[in-house]
């Protein structure tokens, strides 16, 4: 998560036996190194300064569960159905969880799913 938060998407794809981004909340699968810096891409277009502030992490058996805080600042154009918004400078701060589960025996993990309500960026940046 730090390697994301510094746009070391080298170093994120690094971590992964094979990068896939299963998104809970949307239901988007980001499957391969392509479409997961894809998904880096236009999620970060809007948000540069996105970053996450750790509140608990857990573990049982080959994975991690995290729970954090999600920040940044609409800095960028944001795309949602339908519309483009133009960045309005607001800031937010949103509660998430994320699993990351590993290869068994290994430090390279298979996927890492985010569960989130894919609304709440919108209502804190008061746009929906």
Known sequence: MALECVHD???VIATFEHPRYEMHGGGAVFDGEAAVRGYFAASRTPFPDQGNEIIAIAHAGDTVLVEFWL????LGPLKIPGRTVE????AFRIRMAAS?????????IVCERP?????AVLRALELG
């Open 9 to 11: 998407w080298d170093g």
């Open 115 to 119: 569960y989130y309500d894919q609304f």
């Open 87 to 90: 960045p309005t400078g607001k």
């Open 100 to 108: 990351f589960e590993f290869a068994p025996g290994s430090d390279k």
């Open 71 to 74: 920040t940044g600042t609409h």
